[in-house]
Nanobody
């Protein structure tokens, strides 16, 4: 059974950095794509960074140039390095995964498996 566990959330001041980690189990690394989503208070969950098994990435415009998604296949772990954090980045951050599909790996609407989430709070 696929299982995703996020860690690394916390509270930082505006301009600060955090690095989130998501360790996966129950699936084969090379056959899955992974992503990071977030849900801000009062808003719907949105996909912000996706990566396929070849390392191709895509980002939401709101985080492009500030956030970087990466992965370590040996550890079955995906990371999200977040720099220049702003108060609007506050929210619950989820790791997600889906079976590899060249047509849909970089489409956030097709993800169905989620972790429990980790809270990120950015104060001004």
């Amino acid at each position: 059974q696929l299982h995703l566990a996020e860690s690394g959330g916390g509270s930082v001041q505006s301009g600060g950095s955090l690095k989130l980690s998501c360790e996966g189990s129950g699936y084969t690394y090379r056959k899955y794509c992974r992503g990071w989503f977030r849900q801000a208070p009062g808003k719907e969950r949105e996909g912000i960074a996706l990566i396929d098994s070849a390392g191709t990435t895509t980002y939401a415009d709101s985080v492009k140039g500030r956030f970087t998604i990466s992965q370590d296949g040996a550890k079955n772990t995906v990371y999200l390095q977040m720099n220049s954090l702003q108060p609007e980045d506050t929210g619950l951050y989820y790791c997600a995964a889906r079976p590899w599909d060249s047509a849909h790996c970089l489409d956030s609407t097709t993800y169905r498996a989620w972790g429990q989430g980790t809270q990120v709070t950015v104060s001004s």
